[in-house]
Structures are given as C-alpha cells and as structure tokens.
C-alpha cells in the first residue's frame, strides 16, 4: 500500500511540473513589444484630463501614478456631459482643445496625455523613442499603414480593414516634442469634434511623417467608476 502511494505522488508530480513547464512556454510564446527596460526620455510632463464633477477620482488616479510609478501629473479641467453643448461625442475633445492644448504647445516638450480613469500595469515609460506611442488602449488597431510592429511577425495581429482603422480607448498616449507641434496645428483646424480615440487615430493616421507604436498588450485599463462617456466602461477593465 505504501509503494502504491508514493508512486502515485511521484505521478502527480509529474504532471504538475509538465503542467508548469507548458504553462511557461505558452507565456513564452506570447507576443509583446514592451521594453525590458523604460526608456530615458526627458522633460517628460503628464497631462491628465478630466471634469469638476469627477475631481475626487481624479485625484485619486493621479495619487496612483505617483505611488505605483514615482510620476507626478497635472489635470486640466474640462467639461461635463450636458446632451447639449457637450455629449459622449465631443466632450473630451472639447475639454483637450480649450483647456489643455495650449499648455501642451507652451511646455515646449513631450507630453504623456492620461484620462482620468488610467491605472498602469507596467511603467509608463516602458516605451520605445517613438513621437507617439500609444501605450493604453481598449482594442484595435490602425491598419495596414500603422500596423502594430516591434515584435516578430507583426505580433500576430490581423490589421483592421477600412473603415474599421481605429484604436478604441485613449487612456494613455505620449507625444513627442514634434508630435505635440503637429497635434496643436491638427486640433486647431479641425471644425468638426468627434469622439477622442476616433480623432488620435485620425491624426496618427494621417501624420505618416511621425513615428508610431502601439504597445502589445495594452500597458494598463480604465479603473472601474461611474462613467459618464460610456456606461459599459466599468464592464471593460482589463
């Protein structure tokens, strides 16, 4: 009866150790473009962007960057939805465009833009030298012109087809010194506002003169709260 038992523990321990070197090759085979390494970019400044009546989770996501990660940021203070003058459409890009677009331009260097509602899952600067590097995002991805690139065989992503060549969800995303000059000029001249992840992908899109990455996984999620932009946002934490 002994024999018997303790060949049966040494089967299980077998399989368990069979179980975990499968399991670490899978994780192996999982294609990323993330640096082991953050990047040394300087002048680096975070620009948050969120409403008055949402300051008390703002500033608790902006206490979390600088817990988890050591980042101070500034938040810049846009409007709330009113289904009049500002709906789930344009009030991001209203609030960017009249209240945060200047002091990108005026401070000269790259900007980390942030939305209210970030938590990071890797350092933020985790990123390669890129103008614009989108690090946190929902799904998708801009097509065959702006494929997600840095990893072997294009990390396995299939390009989205037009008119689907949109990254959803704009949590994070830095922009270089040259980016930030294209971006002003861009958001200046656009008469129409359109929802926040559909206009950053416009303009990625149509600025083949910048570089780009998107990071593969995303680099964070949205932290569950009470959305006014979207209802299903606190469904999509990642």
Request: charged share 35%; with cysteine.
């Amino acid at each position: 009866m002994r024999r018997r038992s303790i060949k049966k523990v040494r089967n299980h321990r077998t399989k368990s150790k069979k179980r975990s070197q499968r399991s670490k090759s899978i994780q192996k085979k999982k294609k990323t473009n993330i640096p082991k390494k953050k990047s040394n970019l300087p002048n680096v400044q975070f620009f948050m962007i969120s409403y008055p009546g949402n300051k008390d989770f703002a500033k608790l996501t902006q206490k979390a960057l600088k817990k988890e990660w050591g980042y101070s940021s500034k938040i810049f203070w846009g409007y709330k939805i009113d289904n009049d003058k500002y709906t789930h459409t344009n009030v991001i890009f209203e609030g960017i465009k009249d209240k945060m677009l200047e002091a990108m331009k005026k401070h000269n260097g790259p900007i980390y833009y942030l939305e209210d509602d970030i938590r990071f899952t890797e350092d933020p600067l985790k990123i390669p030298r890129k103008d614009v590097v989108w690090s946190v995002y929902r799904r998708g991805n801009l097509g065959k012109t702006r494929i997600v690139d840095g990893c072997p065989g294009g990390c396995n992503v299939r390009p989205n087809k037009h008119p689907h060549e949109v990254i959803t969800g704009s949590q994070a995303i830095y922009f270089s010194k040259k980016a930030i000059k294209y971006l002003y000029k861009h958001m200046k001249e656009r008469k129409r506002s359109i929802q926040i992840d559909s206009y950053f992908s416009e303009f990625i899109r149509q600025h083949p003169q910048l570089s780009f990455r998107q990071m593969l996984p995303s680099m964070g999620y949205e932290e569950t709260h009470e959305s006014l932009i979207d209802k299903f946002r606190d469904l999509q934490k990642k």
